[in-house]
Each structure stands twice: as structure tokens, then as C-alpha cells.
């Protein structure tokens, strides 16, 4: 089988081409991050992290990060809260209008963002509400509740009512159902809901580039100074960024394990 | 089975007031503005077509081609590139089609700027990642590919390419086995069997791929910004002109109004088809 071990290669190949161009640029912010130039001129004559060392002592990094960490830690918790009830009518009940309810909550996912954050943008400024982080913070809602509440839906599709009513039968209070026997068989979802919202709300550039007004996030920063005004205070901010997320990611998960051996 | 007194409702009631009030409320209004007479700041009855004349005279049909363009070549390309990638991840990857489908799908979770940022180091010219290398291992000097249409093309694919991938892997997977086999039996070759049998039965998640894929680049902005050099201006870029610079928010809404058309126009006939139950539950 000759021809097998060739096409066996060829497709090893196209995956390894697949993974080398999404890698690829992510690469390149690492390394554009290595240089003290004030121009790219790779391969650069010094490879230093000192680009790192002053981004840490610039307040703007700070700054950055804060406004970010807002924005992010304000949609995690109304998307979680809301998209959790959300679910339960997406997914847990039967009821008239559910099909309707189903398709309006998905019509965002299917909305070019940076429209979506134009029409914001104008509606805000209509009615007179100073876009900052708050308003950014409800632009990244508007796409991220719908996410979410998917996310968590999923869980509740292979959710056994039965439970609930053997719960009832042997004269669990309303209550007692929603912690011992809702809660503890949902809450994978809620956590994946509040994973992908602290995520795609800290990486979200179109809806905030049009909706955070003075407070700069981070992606809406890198995104300005990309065009203008390159440093590699820039490349080494984007990678300082994207690690704080998936610091704060593990140090959630590993919270939740600890949290759980302890109990 | 439909029950009187679900408290479905009640559940979904908090949700759908926050959708009315911050989606279908800022369209609205959206449609309003586009309906005022040219450079007004206020909403009144005094409703006019205006603006949707003059977008079209005034050439924002331009911009209108571009991005549906650039849309279109997207959803074509990033179908082709993730065709056989997701049959050769559902087929043929066995025990590394999880971790490989993982390291495809994190990107995503790292910010749009971050990566285009990267995208445009590596294309760079002279001192970029990709010249400066080739200069350096081979002392071949290569022009600028960096603000072009092309690059900006190529930044689209890239940060697409996932939206593509994972619905047509759940399409691929809906393509049972013994179909192809039986195919083959019956003297079927490998393009007669895509066509009449892979193809057909993956198509749902083919739709969802394309549907998304179009749609999110029919607003796409910051590829053209960052790796197009603004070479040509794309929709959204020419409503955030007239908001921002031009300070007409009648025309500008025009413009958005036009780009929600267009969308509710692709995006509702295929999501009235399609079963919401059955693709979440799988």
C-alpha cells in the first residue's frame, strides 16, 4: 500500500500547514516582543525582554488591564446570572413561544460585531449616556449573553427531569431541588458560560473599539497603536495580556478543584 | 407537548427584555435615524428616503462591493481550507484529533488585535518576521506584501477559519460510515462520492459554517484597517466615517440599515430551517 502511506503523509502534512498558519502570527508577536528597537528590524541584533520589563512599570499597561478586568468581570457576572435563566427557558421547559425565544436569542451570534457596536454607539449617544466601560461592558452583553446561554443550554439537554420530581415526591422543599439536585448537574455549563464570557468579553475588539469611548481596553489599545505609533511596548502588552487571561482561566479552575477537595 | 402555566416564560423573561431593549431596540432606532433628513441629531416624524438615495449616488455601492467581496472570497476560501481538514480530523486523526482540534480552536480566545497585530509583524517588509528571515537565511529580499486587499484577504481567512472548521466537523461527523463504504461498493470514485454523499448529508453544518462566516466578515473592519493599510474602505469603516467625521447620523445609519438587510436577508430564511434542539443536544 504504497499510495496509503503517501496520502497518509500528505494529510499529516495539511494539518501541520493548518496549524502552522494559525500559529504562525501568534509566533511573531513573540518574537516582535524579544526586540528594544524603536523599528522591527528582525532578526534583531539583541534578543532582551526589556520591552517587558517597561511595560510593567508603565501605568498605561495598568490601566489597560484594569479597564479590561471591569469589562470582563461585569459581563461574566450578568451573563451568567441572566444566562443561566436564559436556559432554563432555552432548554429545561417546554412552552408556547419557546421555538420563537430560541431563534431571537441566537440572532445576535449571526451579527456582524462591529455594525452591532455602531448601532450601540448611536443609540447611546441619542439618548444621551456618555459611552466608557459600562456601555462597552453592555455592547459585549448583547453578544456574549447569547453565548453563553447556548453554553449552558447544552448542559440542560442531557438533564434528566425525572430527578427533580423524584426530589419533590420524597418532600424535598423548592428550594432544596435548585441546590441539591438542579444546581450540582448544571454547573459544568455555568462554569464553561463563565469561562467563554470572561474570554471573548477580555479579547473582544469590534464591539469595544465603537462602544468604550474614553476608557481604552486592551485589544481597542493594540488595535490603535498597531497603526500608528509601533514600539515593542506593543508587542510585548499584547503578550502580557493574552498570559493575564489565561492566568486568571487556570487560577479559576484550579480554585474550583481546590474548592471541591476541600468539600 | 405545549403545557398551560409552564414557567418557561418566567425563565426567559429577564433575557428577552435585556434582547428587546439593547438588540432589537438600538435597530430600531438605527432605522429611525437613516429615515431623518440628512445631518440631523434628533428623531422626529418628519420621515424621508433620502438618505438611501444619496448612499447610492454618493458611491457607497464601492464600499457595499468590497465587503461583500471580501465576504464572499472568505467563506469560499476558509470552506476549502477546512473541508479536508475536518474530514481528515473526523477520519483519519484518531487519538490526536481532540488535541489538534483544541490547539485550532484557543486562538480564538486570544484577541482579534493581538493576532492581526502578529499577522502584520510577520508581513512586514524588510525588517518584518517573514522578510527579515528570508533575508537573513537565504538573502532573497521579497517586496511588501503588508497593505494590500490581498493581505487583508488573508488576515479575514485567518481569523475565520475556526467559524468554518467546527461546524463543518460537526457536519462531517452527521456522514455516517457505512454511506461512503456503500458508495465505494457500489463503484462510486472519491469525487462522486463527495458530491453525492458527503456533501449532501454534512450540508447543515456546511450552512452554519458559511453563514457565519460570511456574515461576521460582511462587518469586518480591523483586517483592513491593520493589514489592508486602508488600500480600500470597506463598510463599516465608511459608516464609522460618516458618524464620527462627518457627523451625519442619518446617513450613516443609511448605510447600517443596509448592512442589517442584507444580513436578516441571509441569516433568517436559513435559521427558520434550521433545528435548534436537535444541533445543540447532538
Known amino acids: 500500500m504504497r499510495q496509503g502511506r503517501h496520502l497518509g503523509a500528505l494529510r499529516t502534512l495539511w494539518i501541520a500547514a493548518i496549524l502552522a498558519f494559525v500559529y504562525i502570527p501568534i509566533v511573531s508577536v513573540v518574537l516582535a516582543s524579544l526586540a528594544n528597537t524603536r523599528y522591527m528590524r528582525f532578526p534583531h541584533r539583541v534578543w532582551t525582554l526589556e520591552a517587558y520589563g517597561d511595560a510593567l512599570s508603565s501605568f498605561t499597561t495598568w490601566q489597560l488591564h484594569s479597564i479590561s478586568l471591569s469589562i470582563a468581570l461585569s459581563v461574566v457576572v450578568l451573563s451568567t446570572i441572566l444566562g443561566t435563566l436564559g436556559a432554563v427557558a432555552f432548554a429545561r421547559y417546554n412552552w408556547r413561544g419557546r421555538t420563537w425565544f430560541q431563534r431571537f436569542m441566537v440572532l445576535p451570534i449571526f451579527f456582524p460585531q462591529p455594525v452591532l457596536g455602531l448601532a450601540l454607539l448611536l443609540t447611546f449617544t441619542a439618548i444621551g449616556i456618555q459611552p466608557s466601560w459600562k456601555t462597552a461592558a453592555l455592547a459585549h452583553l448583547v453578544w456574549i449573553l447569547p453565548i453563553v446561554t447556548l453554553v449552558i443550554s447544552v448542559r440542560f439537554f442531557g438533564y434528566d427531569v425525572a430527578q427533580e420530581e423524584a426530589a419533590y415526591d420524597l418532600g424535598a422543599t423548592h428550594v432544596q431541588v435548585v441546590r441539591e439536585v438542579t444546581l450540582p448537574q448544571i454547573w459544568p455549563g455555568i462554569f464553561s458560560g463563565v469561562l467563554f464570557g470572561f474570554l471573548l468579553s477580555w479579547s473582544n475588539l469590534p464591539l469595544s473599539v465603537f462602544t468604550s469611548g474614553p476608557d481604552t481596553p486592551l485589544p481597542v489599545w493594540l488595535f490603535s497603536r498597531t497603526a500608528t505609533n509601533y514600539s515593542p511596548l506593543v508587542p510585548s502588552v499584547a503578550v502580557i495580556g493574552t498570559v493575564v487571561s489565561a492566568l486568571i482561566v487556570v487560577g479559576a479552575g484550579l480554585l474550583l478543584w481546590a474548592g471541591r477537595r476541600l468539600r | ?282
Open chain 2, 1 to 282: 407537548m405545549t403545557r398551560a402555566g409552564s414557567p418557561g416564560p418566567w425563565f426567559a423573561a429577564p433575557v428577552a427584555i435585556f434582547m428587546l431593549l439593547c438588540f432589537a431596540g438600538p435597530i430600531l432606532i438605527v432605522t429611525w435615524f437613516s429615515l431623518m433628513p440628512g445631518r440631523t441629531f434628533e428623531l422626529t416624524t418628519a420621515f424621508t428616503l433620502e438618505n438611501y438615495v444619496a448612499a447610492i449616488s454618493d458611491g457607497y455601492a464601492r464600499p457595499m462591493m468590497w465587503s461583500l467581496l471580501g465576504a464572499a472570497i472568505t467563506t469560499i476560501v476558509t470552506a476549502l481550507l477546512a473541508w479536508p481538514s475536518a474530514i481528515i480530523l473526523h477520519r483519519y486523526a484518531g487519538r490526536w484529533a481532540s488535541l489538534v482540534s483544541a490547539l485550532i480552536a484557543l486562538p480564538i480566545f486570544i484577541s482579534e488585535s493581538v493576532r492581526l497585530f502578529g499577522m502584520s509583524v510577520f508581513m512586514m517588509p524588510r525588517g518584518g518576521i517573514l522578510a527579515g528571515s528570508l533575508n537573513a537565511a537565504f538573502g532573497i529580499e521579497i517586496g511588501s506584501i503588508l497593505n494590500t486587499w490581498n493581505a487583508a484577504l488573508v488576515g479575514m481567512i485567518y481569523i475565520h477559519l475556526p467559524f468554518m472548521l467546527f461546524p463543518l466537523l460537526l457536519g462531517v461527523s452527521l456522514i455516517p460510515a457505512d454511506r461512503i463504504e456503500a458508495a465505494r461498493d457500489l463503484g462510486a470514485n472519491r469525487w462522486q462520492v463527495m458530491r453525492e454523499v458527503e456533501l449532501p448529508l454534512a450540508a447543515p453544518g456546511l450552512m452554519i459554517g458559511a453563514l457565519l462566516t460570511f456574515v461576521l466578515c460582511l462587518g469586518a473592519n480591523a483586517e483592513a484597517a491593520i493589514l489592508g493599510g486602508r488600500a480600500v474602505t470597506v463598510i463599516t469603516a465608511a459608516i464609522e466615517q460618516r458618524f464620527n467625521y462627518a457627523q451625519d447620523w442619518p446617513m450613516g445609519a443609511a448605510l447600517t440599515v443596509g448592512v442589517i438587510a442584507i444580513t436578516a436577508a441571509i441569516v433568517l430564511p436559513v435559521l427558520s430551517r434550521l433545528d435548534l434542539n436537535r444541533l445543540t443536544k447532538r
